[in-house]
């Protein structure tokens, strides 16, 4: 069983910058890749970034491209997002989540475990 714990949310102006981080329980961490997904009031959970089990190859979706970014420490047992240029639209609930394959690494459904999440709220 692996627990994953978010920390990080918290509301900030539009432009502004947060990092989330996620912290594993499992101590084989490396074994997972990891992701972050959002879910916005009333939609689905929708993928914002990957990072395979060696932190070499990296995913973003469109919209989060060019102000995100996914980093890994395996010896912390820790994923981070990193968000710049902060939108309103990126107003979400933001949960990371672990599955042992790269395959469908966007499919929320897909993965193995997930955290309880954290709020990020963009002010205009």
């Known amino acids: 069983q692996v627990q994953l714990v978010e920390s990080g949310g918290g509301l900030v102006q539009a432009g502004g910058s947060l990092r989330l981080s996620c912290a594993a329980s499992e101590r084989a961490f490396t074994n997972y890749v990891m992701g972050w997904f959002r879910q916005a009031p009333g939609k689905e959970h929708d993928f914002v970034a990957a990072?395979?089990?060696?932190?070499?190859?990296?995913f973003l979706a469109d919209s989060v491209k060019g102000r995100f970014t996914i980093s890994r420490d395996n010896a912390k047992n820790t994923v981070y997002l990193q968000m710049n240029s902060l939108k309103p639209e990126d107003t979400a609930v933001y949960s990371c989540?672990?599955?042992?394959?790269?395959?469908?690494?966007?499919?929320?459904?897909?993965?193995?475990?997930w955290g309880q999440g954290t709020q990020v709220t963009v002010s205009s």
């Open positions: 989540a672990a599955k042992r394959l790269i395959p469908y690494y966007r499919d929320y459904n897909q993965y193995d475990y």
């Open positions: 990072i395979s089990v060696s932190g070499g190859s990296t």
